[in-house]
């Protein structure tokens, strides 16, 4: 029987990755790109340039995707998002230089 797949959950969160593309060719546009970059950063931690890894539950994801959808330029700019599903192991895989912060284990000052 196959496995159902569903989204991670930690308790109640998801794991959503945000990935965005905003056109910087004018000054509106460069400060959507901060604008969308900081909502991310509400949400998450930046994993590239413009992509962020967001652990969230379902109502905060409705928040995060309405207040991206808020900044973006339809006509203009990109927006993805997408519930990464378990077992993560098997969805995720990367190589290189990276250090995710661990929201889970002790938090050292």
Known sequence: MPRRMCPISIGDAMLILVAYDVS???AKGR???RRVAKVCQDYGQRVQKSVFECEV???TYEVLENRLRGEID???DNLRLYRLHEP???HIKQFG???ATDF???LVV
Do not use: I, Y
Request: hydrophobic share 30%; charged share 50%; net charge negative.
């Open 88 to 90: 993560v192991e098997e």
């Open 74 to 76: 339809l006509d203009e």
């Open 57 to 59: 539950d379902a109502a």
């Open 31 to 33: 400060r959507r790109l």
């Open 97 to 99: 230089r990276f250090r």
């Open 104 to 106: 889970d284990g002790p």
């Open 24 to 26: 910087t060719e004018t």
